[in-house]
């Protein structure tokens, strides 16, 4: 019997021991998925560093942006869905221009094919194409399209990803925008619906 619980009190001891040494390393896992998962691109955070060269080779650079006033980034490319929210987005940048805000419009496609895009839907707002993809990388994310506001001085204060070819995401955007430009926000979803009715 002694040597019985002789037994069973340095197995404990044997267990308390290794898991003594594992606990720190599960520790040391759960803290680098933590680290993984924060991003360092969201709203809150400052925009990270991004140069790209527009249709005509002229370089631009977000952070020379930012420093004027607020910029809208959105990462995007000429799929249907995308191409029913264009028309919003161009309100967008027709209702604040004004007040100060620059609209960038990165589209994932060939240049031959966006130029030609560009002609037909008239835009009119600053853009550059990136066939390869490397702004989703720079801006921490696959989601297409994702729109990044970013206010003068450069920190993030919306993030919106995703389609929604209704107007309602573009919506959204153009509130926190009339917010941080102090001015009374649009309803580009009325607007361009309204105009679209107005056509037919």
Request: proline share 3%; aromatic share 8%; net charge positive.
């Amino acid at each position: 019997m002694i040597r019985l619980l002789a037994f069973a009190s340095a197995l404990s001891f044997v267990s308390a021991a290794a898991f003594a040494d594992e606990a720190p390393a599960a520790a040391k896992a759960d803290s680098k998925k933590e680290a993984k998962a924060v991003k360092k691109v969201d709203v809150g955070t400052q925009a990270p560093e991004f140069k790209i060269q527009d249709a005509a080779g002229k370089e631009i650079d977000l952070a020379k942006l930012t420093a004027k006033g607020p910029v809208l980034v959105r990462l995007t490319c000429g799929c249907s869905g995308c191409d029913k929210e264009l028309a919003y987005f161009q309100a967008i940048h027709e209702a604040y221009k004004d007040a100060g805000l620059t609209s960038l419009a990165v589209f994932k496609e060939p240049d031959t094919k966006v130029a030609t895009y560009v002609k037909e839907k008239k835009l009119n707002m600053l853009y550059a194409v990136d066939s390869k993809g490397e702004a989703w990388n720079v801006f921490e994310t696959k989601t297409m399209p994702a729109n990044f506001l970013i206010e003068k001085g450069g920190k993030i204060v919306y993030v919106a990803e995703g389609c929604d070819p209704s107007g309602l995401v573009a919506k959204k955007v153009s509130e926190k925008i009339a917010k941080t430009v102090k001015q009374d926000a649009v309803d580009v979803q009325k607007k361009v619906t309204d105009e679209t009715q107005a056509k037919k």
